[in-house]
């Protein structure tokens, strides 16, 4: 099959780079457009909001302090993030590679399948992080929701499994 937009989503991890190599890779075979997408997620680690470390809160109460720290903080990140993804934008150009790029905030399943559909994308790469017990009941598998809800092929790439102790985790 040919692919004319390839979305690959990332973030900042050991698979991602083979991830966004491999999307290079495909790219350059089918002679395809690449869209590169990272989605910070305020649920996971390490966005993790003072807001919902009270889950048992209606109204939590953050001290102003402690809320003006967090935004900075969440605002560094975004930056880091941006400026990651600039540079992982000039090395696909470089390679030969008409590429673009896109941050967003949310639930990063949904995230993925809403650009893919908007773009719109003709595949999805990205990676399968392995995440098992505790971890995947609270956080789900975002590979597993985009297999189920994109609007095109998907391409999942298996990361390393966890270990017994990271399952327990």
Known sequence: MMYQRILVAIDPSEIEKYIFEQGIFVAKATNAEMMLLHVLSPLEEPYV????????????????????????QWEKLKQQR??????????AISAGVKTGFT???????????EVARSW???????GRRGRAGLSEFFLGSVSNYVVHHAPCSVMVIQGKMPTTTEMLT
């Open 103 to 113: 941050q967003n905030v949310g639930d990063a399943g949904r995230i993925i399948c």
């Open 49 to 72: 909001s003072p807001i919902f470390m009270q889950p048992d809160a209606i109204y939590p109460t953050v001290p102003p302090e402690q809320m003006d720290t967090y935004l900075q």
């Open 120 to 126: 719109p994308a003709d595949l999805i790469m990205l």
């Open 82 to 91: 941006l400026d990651w993804l600039r540079s992982l934008t000039n090395t």
